[in-house]
């Protein structure tokens, strides 16, 4: 595995922390007491990463 696709898979956890905590932040469950449009934020930035990561590990080729 090379460093691209390390580095996409990290943007791509880092992608799902975001969605979850800007959901969980928009229903008030888990603790997180963010406003609706303060959980938008993590949202939105985490969508950003998700789909950054799936496509750096889409675009890089596996070499042997």
Do not use: E
């Amino acid at each position: 595995m090379n460093q691209k696709r390390t580095f996409g898979a990290i943007l791509t956890i880092l992608g799902i922390i975001g969605i979850i905590y800007g959901a969980l932040g928009f229903l008030h469950m888990a603790g997180v007491a963010l406003s609706k449009i303060n959980s938008l934020v993590p949202f939105a930035v985490g969508l950003i990463f998700f789909f950054a990561g799936i496509n750096l590990v889409k675009a890089t080729g596996d070499r042997a």
